[in-house]
């Protein structure tokens, strides 16, 4: 645009100040005047606003001859010396011709709060515009602050008769040739991004500090939704005109464009303009792919977007939470970001920003649930849209600017049987990670891997057979830019990572003078090799060896019990039947001798050629209310295997137990591991367990 043009020219010294502002107000309507350089084919009628505040903001220091060169572009349109009255004289069929209306009409929209004008007295005109700001302003009245009424006479009667808030409809084709090119928004540069916006607020007495009024120039060729979506901008602005009208440019467009938004909301209508500045056009980017750029850029068109923070705001919470905003942002300067920081601190909340736009399941919380049925599905940009292939590593890359995130996508290939996350950034100062990973077709709850060192997964198991892993990395942090030099790696390997696949099973029964009942307990999973190489027992000092390999379980176990207990007195006589199932696995915890609850599979090397097996599966459920046995303890179905360090079939069964009395060995080679053995076998009491292993990784090292 004309703006950046001349923006670019003054910081490049080729320009003074002044001349920058003048250019800008002839760049409105590419008036004659403004050098060529400095022309476009786009029109951003919205770019007065902010050329106002600033004339406003510096009017002490400007020469006089400036200031009587911006004067028709500073006052109401209604004002003889206006811009809009005196016109822009251009040559027209090889003549001179000034267009421009000198007599303006008005219409009370909102009795005793808005009033329209019109050039002219086009009574039709008056009427409907009357009735969209009528509208409008109903449903604008619990969202957002009003504008402060204005200073009645100011600068006399004739021009502004009383102190309501005043909109402006002209015809901006009148002054603009830019405007009747843009009729079809197809044509290169005229898309939404490129017009801009149809509209601008200016302010206006009273003044007190940096508050004041507002009145509003509106085009009049806009009708339908996007005059009411327009009208809802401009009047937002004039409501932060109320706590500061020289704030930063981004916090004023984008908490417009919320309102907006809002608006249409309560008035049942969809918002399509405000998701045009997610989604974007083919000619134009829209916010969801900038999302690794500062929400608070001031850069272009990007703060119209930057609504969407202020959904989430308000979905966090409510309405009001946009107004105590601006509330906190009252001082003189702009506080913008450090305002809306000190309501809703970003380093709370900006990360689960980040996460929510992500914009589809399983984000728990979306846009498009309650709060919006309409809200569009569109998603960010990624950065990384990659598939992970055995012996790859990919680097995350993560180098973030200020309130900024970043997306990326691995698809896991089916060959690839193991995949190794190792995260150098936990626990930096502004960074977070999310990851979302999909299992089995089926996406998990989205984890945080922030402060997470590194994750393992093996695709030989059934909760870790992922498919797809999506990481969100975000900066929270509204001064430092996040370049850490190290990146996170996701790395991607053919080997199985599962060593034993199968089930173990165990059978308990009784039958005493006190009752009867059984309980079973059965495992299914995988058991792993264990990454602590000096997990006990196979340290030295607790076997006296340390070529021993354990291993962990990754599965469920299923129970069942069933009691009927009869004495020995009569009134102690109950009957319970329950069961369920218990995820088992996980870490080992620190400085513990076993798996958590005992859980371990053992294989130790034997002379001559081969490995002994042994281990223990105890588990935990709640005590049973109705038991009946030989053993006050027998509150609990049975641990799911239990074959002893030392069984051999020298050593003597007694009661029955073969699991001792019996060698449980493999060859190296071997890819099975299966057994039944019996604990104990009375005629009251029996415990007996089964189990069938194969083996899906490697031999045993």
């Given at each position: 645009?004309?703006?950046?043009?001349?923006?670019?020219?003054?910081?490049?010294?080729?320009?003074?100040?002044?001349?920058?502002?003048?250019?800008?107000?002839?760049?409105?309507?590419?008036?004659?005047?403004?050098?060529?350089e400095?022309?476009?084919?786009?029109?951003?009628?919205?770019?007065?606003?902010?050329?106002?505040?600033?004339?406003?903001?510096h009017?002490?220091?400007?020469?006089?001859?400036?200031?009587a060169?911006?004067?028709?572009?500073?006052?109401?349109?209604?004002?003889?010396?206006?811009?809009?009255?005196?016109?822009?004289?251009?040559?027209?069929?090889?003549?001179?011709?000034?267009?421009?209306?000198?007599?303006?009409?008005?219409?009370?929209?909102?009795?005793?709060?808005?009033?329209?004008?019109?050039?002219?007295?086009?009574?039709?005109?008056?009427?409907?515009?009357?009735?969209?700001?009528a509208?409008v302003?109903?449903?604008?009245?619990?969202?957002f602050?009003?504008?402060?009424?204005?200073?009645?006479?100011?600068?006399?009667?004739?021009?502004?008769?009383?102190?309501?808030?005043?909109?402006?409809?002209?015809?901006?084709?009148?002054?603009?040739?830019?405007?009747?090119?843009?009729?079809?928004?197809?044509?290169?540069?005229?898309?939404?991004?490129?017009?801009?916006?149809?509209?601008?607020?200016?302010?206006?007495?009273?003044?007190?500090?940096?508050?004041?009024?507002?009145?509003?120039?509106?085009?009049?060729a806009?009708?339908?939704?996007?005059?009411?979506?327009?009208?809802?901008h401009?009047?937002?602005?004039?409501?932060?005109?109320?706590?500061?009208?020289?704030?930063?440019?981004?916090?004023?467009?984008?908490?417009?464009?919320?309102?907006?938004?809002?608006?249409?909301?309560?008035?049942g209508?969809?918002?399509?303009?405000?998701?045009?500045?997610?989604?974007?056009?083919?000619?134009?980017?829209?916010?969801?792919?900038?999302?690794?750029?500062?929400?608070?850029?001031?850069?272009?068109?990007?703060?119209?977007?930057?609504?969407?923070?202020?959904?989430?705001?308000?979905m966090?919470?409510?309405?009001?939470?946009?107004?105590?905003?601006?509330?906190?942002?009252?001082?003189?300067?702009?506080?913008?970001?450090?305002?809306?920081?000190?309501?809703?601190?970003?380093?709370?909340?900006?990360?689960?920003?980040?996460?929510?736009?992500?914009?589809?399941e399983?984000?728990?919380?979306r846009?498009?649930?309650?709060?919006?049925?309409?809200?569009?599905?569109?998603?960010?940009?990624?950065?990384?849209?990659?598939?992970?292939?055995?012996?790859?590593?990919?680097?995350?890359?993560?180098?973030?600017?200020?309130?900024?995130?970043?997306?990326?996508?691995?698809?896991?290939?089916?060959?690839?049987?193991?995949?190794?996350?190792?995260?150098?950034?936990?626990?930096?100062?502004?960074?977070?990670?999310?990851?979302?990973?999909?299992?089995?077709?089926?996406?998990?709850?989205?984890?945080?891997?922030?402060?997470?060192?590194?994750?393992?997964?093996?695709?030989?198991?059934?909760?870790?057979?992922?498919?797809?892993?999506?990481?969100?990395?975000?900066?929270?942090?509204?001064?430092?830019?996040?370049?850490?030099?190290?990146?996170?790696?996701?790395?991607?390997?053919?080997?199985?990572?599962?060593?034993?696949?199968?089930t173990?099973?165990?059978?308990?029964?009784?039958?005493?003078?006190?009752?009867?009942?059984?309980?079973?307990?059965?495992?299914?999973?995988?058991?792993?090799?264990?990454?602590?190489?000096?997990?006990?027992?196979?340290?030295?000092?607790y076997?006296?060896?340390?070529?021993?390999?354990v291993?962990?379980?990754?599965?469920?176990?299923?129970?069942?019990?069933?009691?009927?207990?009869?004495g020995?007195?009569?009134?102690?006589?109950?009957?319970e039947?329950?069961?369920?199932?218990?995820?088992?696995?996980?870490?080992?915890?620190?400085?513990?001798?076993?798996?958590?609850?005992?859980?371990?599979?053992?294989?130790?090397?034997?002379?001559?050629?081969?490995?002994?097996?042994?281990?223990?599966?105890?588990?935990?459920?709640?005590?049973?209310?109705?038991?009946?046995?030989?053993?006050?303890?027998?509150?609990?179905?049975?641990?799911?295997?239990?074959?002893?360090?030392?069984?051999?079939?020298?050593?003597?069964?007694?009661?029955?137990?073969?699991?001792?009395?019996?060698?449980?060995?493999?060859?190296?080679?071997?890819?099975?591991?299966?057994?039944?053995?019996?604990?104990?076998?009375?005629?009251?009491?029996?415990?007996?367990?089964?189990?069938?292993?194969?083996?899906?990784?490697?031999?045993?090292?």
């Amino acid at each position: 645009t004309s703006e950046t043009l001349i923006a670019a020219a003054l910081a490049g010294g080729a320009i003074t100040y002044e001349q920058s502002l003048l250019y800008r107000a002839l760049a409105l309507f590419d008036s004659p005047g403004l050098p060529a350089e400095y022309r476009s084919a786009t029109a951003d009628i919205g770019a007065g606003t902010e050329l106002a505040i600033e004339i406003d903001a510096h009017e002490g220091e400007l020469s006089a001859d400036v200031l009587a060169k911006l004067a028709p572009y500073r006052v109401r349109p209604s004002d003889p010396t206006s811009i809009f009255n005196t016109g822009i004289t251009r040559p027209v069929a090889g003549a001179l011709l000034a267009l421009g209306p000198t007599e303006w009409a008005s219409q009370i929209a909102v009795p005793g709060e808005a009033r329209v004008w019109v050039p002219g007295d086009a009574q039709a005109d008056l009427q409907r515009h009357a009735a969209d700001v009528a509208k409008v302003w109903a449903a604008y009245e619990d969202v957002f602050t009003k504008p402060d009424p204005d200073q009645a006479a100011d600068p006399n009667a004739t021009v502004n008769p009383d102190a309501l808030v005043d909109f402006y409809f002209v015809d901006v084709r009148a002054l603009d040739p830019r405007a009747p090119a843009c009729v079809d928004p197809s044509i290169e540069g005229c898309s939404l991004y490129a017009t801009g916006a149809a509209g601008m607020a200016r302010p206006t007495s009273p003044r007190r500090a940096n508050a004041s009024s507002a009145y509003f120039v509106v085009d009049a060729a806009s009708g339908g939704d996007e005059a009411l979506f327009q009208l809802a901008h401009e009047i937002a602005h004039g409501g932060e005109f109320h706590y500061d009208s020289g704030e930063a440019t981004w916090f004023f467009e984008a908490t417009a464009n919320w309102v907006a938004y809002r608006v249409f909301q309560k008035l049942g209508l969809v918002p399509n303009s405000a998701y045009q500045w997610l989604r974007g056009t083919s000619r134009a980017t829209g916010f969801f792919d900038r999302l690794d750029q500062p929400l608070d850029t001031e850069r272009g068109f990007d703060a119209y977007g930057a609504w969407l923070y202020f959904q989430f705001a308000r979905m966090q919470r409510g309405d009001a939470v946009v107004a105590s905003m601006w509330q906190a942002a009252r001082g003189i300067g702009a506080q913008g970001t450090t305002a809306i920081d000190s309501v809703l601190p970003f380093k709370d909340n900006f990360a689960e920003f980040a996460l929510r736009n992500w914009n589809k399941e399983p984000v728990p919380t979306r846009y498009r649930s309650a709060p919006d049925s309409t809200f569009p599905n569109i998603q960010p940009r990624l950065a990384a849209d990659e598939t992970l292939h055995p012996a790859e590593t990919h680097a995350v890359t993560v180098q973030l600017p200020t309130l900024a995130a970043t997306y990326h996508s691995y698809v896991i290939d089916p060959k690839t049987r193991r995949i190794e996350f190792e995260n150098p950034l936990a626990g930096r100062p502004g960074f977070h990670l999310w990851a979302i990973r999909n299992v089995k077709e089926t996406w998990q709850e989205p984890e945080d891997w922030t402060n997470v060192e590194s994750k393992k997964f093996c695709r030989d198991v059934a909760t870790e057979d992922v498919g797809q892993i999506v990481l969100i990395a975000s900066n929270d942090s509204l001064t430092q830019r996040f370049d850490p030099g190290e990146t996170p790696t996701i790395k991607g390997s053919a080997s199985g990572c599962g060593d034993w696949r199968g089930t173990m099973t165990a059978t308990h029964s009784w039958n005493t003078t006190f009752g009867s009942g059984s309980a079973t307990s059965t495992f299914d999973g995988v058991w792993t090799e264990a990454e602590d190489k000096l997990l006990q027992p196979c340290q030295a000092e607790y076997l006296g060896k340390d070529a021993c390999v354990v291993y962990i379980p990754d599965g469920t176990v299923t129970w069942t019990w069933h009691s009927k207990k009869t004495g020995p007195n009569p009134e102690e006589a109950c009957e319970e039947t329950n069961g369920g199932a218990v995820p088992i696995g996980g870490p080992v915890a620190p400085g513990a001798i076993f798996h958590q609850d005992s859980q371990m599979l053992v294989l130790e090397p034997v002379a001559p050629d081969g490995f002994a097996y042994w281990g223990l599966g105890t588990f935990k459920t709640p005590d049973a209310t109705c038991w009946a046995s030989v053993e006050s303890n027998a509150k609990n179905p049975p641990q799911f295997f239990d074959v002893y360090q030392g069984s051999s079939a020298s050593n003597s069964a007694g009661d029955g137990n073969t699991c001792w009395a019996s060698t449980w060995e493999i060859d190296p080679a071997g890819t099975t591991i299966k057994g039944s053995c019996v604990q104990y076998d009375y005629d009251y009491n029996s415990l007996s367990f089964e189990w069938s292993l194969t083996r899906i990784g490697p031999p045993p090292g």
